[in-house]
């Protein structure tokens, strides 16, 4: 059993991929299902019906291991079971997590190539990343007006324009709302994919959980 703040309700194809941060190790935790893309369908989250949230405390019946995907050393295959939600923290409580932003993720850039992961030792590798950034904007992605990227700068002032995939957040976006600019996001890398036949697979950068402050 796991004990885990939810940073991450995200969508994933039709289905959702959930994260967040063991309370007693402060080491992050991706339950995975054993569909062959991983996701976690509503019968398998829902709490009395309803979604977890982003901030609630959940208790989740998680292996010790599960697929890494090549990428993600924090996944852990889901046993079946029924999930909790034993309590909710604060959103300033989620700085004491946040890591230093210099490098979000490996490099600078929105993508890393899945040889990094080749070439470098299992205990290098990671695949979430939480982050507190001043000064995040949020704007229509130029490709595709039904999407929505996340603007700001890393530690080290390189410019990220990563895809959001926070639903409540999308919601509140396509509404209108105004997202505060002060955010802790949650920052996740998705296993490697390609547009197409001749574009080499990369994995990407997104932003899986927004908590203004």
């Not at 995907?69 to 046993?79: A, D, I, S, V």
């Not at 923290?89 to 929105?110: A, G, R």
């Not at 639903?167 to 390609?194: E, F, H, M, Q």
Request: glycine residues 6%; aromatic residues 8%.
């Amino acid at each position: 059993m796991g004990r885990i703040v939810c940073l991450a309700n995200s969508y994933k194809h039709n289905e959702r991929c959930i994260a967040g941060i063991d309370v007693e190790t402060g080491k992050w935790v991706r339950p995975v299902s054993s569909r062959e893309d991983r996701a976690i369908t509503k019968t398998m989250r829902a709490i009395n019906g309803k979604e977890p949230q982003i901030l609630d405390v959940l208790e989740i019946p998680l292996e010790n291991h599960g697929p890494d995907e090549g990428c993600q050393p924090e996944n852990r295959l889901l046993k079946p079971s029924q999930w909790r939600i034993v309590d909710r923290t604060k959103p300033e409580k989620l700085l004491e997590y946040c890591e230093d932003d210099s490098v979000i993720l490996h490099n600078h850039k929105d993508r890393v190539s899945p040889d990094f992961f080749s070439a470098a030792p299992k205990e290098k590798w990671k695949s979430l990343q939480l982050i507190h950034n001043g000064n995040v904007a949020f704007e229509h992605d130029w490709f595709n007006r039904r999407k929505w990227r996340a603007y700001f700068q890393d530690g080290k002032g390189n410019h990220l324009g990563l895809k959001v995939t926070d639903p409540v957040i999308l919601g509140r976006l396509n509404l209108g709302d105004k997202i505060s600019k002060d955010c802790i996001l949650t920052i996740s890398l998705a296993t490697a994919w390609s547009p197409n036949r001749i574009t080499p697979k990369r994995c990407y950068k997104l932003v899986a959980g927004v908590v203004e402050l």
